[in-house]
């Protein structure tokens, strides 16, 4: 409200009942209708489930799985939680964030510019989750892991696959993806695009170390 003083200057610049109403009124926050306050609960709920999920994954397990091999014999390794983050990756077509890890002798290459070729023993893993809801103050988290992918660099061992060895383990048992070696041929076919870059997509963070 004015001041007294103000008032007798400006005498217009009075505040009706009404106008204060409407005042209270646009600085009152609104409440959200109830199939909104239902939507926050249910991104909430669903956001606190996946922490829990994620907090379980990077725990060290008491006893190990057991990963049976992908059938083209490209094994498991439970020490890529381990490897550090390269890059990052969206896909917008089915709503999965993935996160690129790799081993020292991958970050080693990075740090020395020497990604193309990449040096045997090089290998990554891409880490993938559903993407969650976004919560109450619009972040956007992983949700359940759905699968991770091996991707090993062996220029003689696999020569027939480009001088890679691919895998790839679903679920939280990681069952192999394949059911037979041929699936390999997926990977191999959809990284042919990019065979000038050794057929890795993912273009590393710079400064790693």
């Known amino acids: 409200m ?3 003083s103000y008032l007798k200057v400006h005498p ?3 505040v009706s009942p009404s106008g204060l109403a409407v005042l209270r009124t646009y600085l009152t926050t609104p ?5 909104a306050q239902v939507a926050a609960s249910n991104a ?3 956001a606190a489930a996946a922490d829990l999920e994620f907090t379980d994954w990077i725990k060290p397990k008491t006893s190990p799985l057991t990963v049976q091999p992908e059938f083209n014999g490209v094994p498991f390794t439970d020490d890529y939680k381990n490897w550090r983050p390269i890059s990052s990756t969206d896909r917008f077509d089915n709503h999965t964030m993935r996160e690129i890890l790799g081993n020292d002798i991958a970050l080693q290459a990075i740090a020395e510019n020497h990604i193309n070729p990449w040096p045997d023993g090089a290998a990554f893993a891409k880490v993938a989750w559903a993407q969650a809801a976004p919560d109450a103050d619009g972040m956007v988290k992983t949700g359940k892991f759905i699968q991770v992918e091996l991707m090993i660099k062996d220029a003689k061992k696999y020569a027939s696959t480009d001088g890679w060895g691919w895998g790839r383990w679903r679920g939280d048992d ?3 993806y394949g059911k037979s070696a ?6 191999t076919g959809c990284h042919e695009p990019v065979c ?11 400064g790693q170390r």
């Not at 041929?182 to 990977?187: A, D, G, H, L, W």
């Not at 000038?196 to 710079?206: A, C, E, G, H, L």
């Open 182 to 187: 041929v699936f390999q041929n997926e990977c």
């Open 44 to 46: 909430s709920t669903a």
């Open 196 to 206: 000038k870059n050794d057929f890795v997509y993912t273009m590393p963070f710079s």
């Open 2 to 4: 004015p001041l007294p």
């Open 174 to 176: 990681l069952k192999p």
């Open 12 to 14: 217009g610049a009075a």
């Open 31 to 35: 409440v959200p209708p109830p199939a």
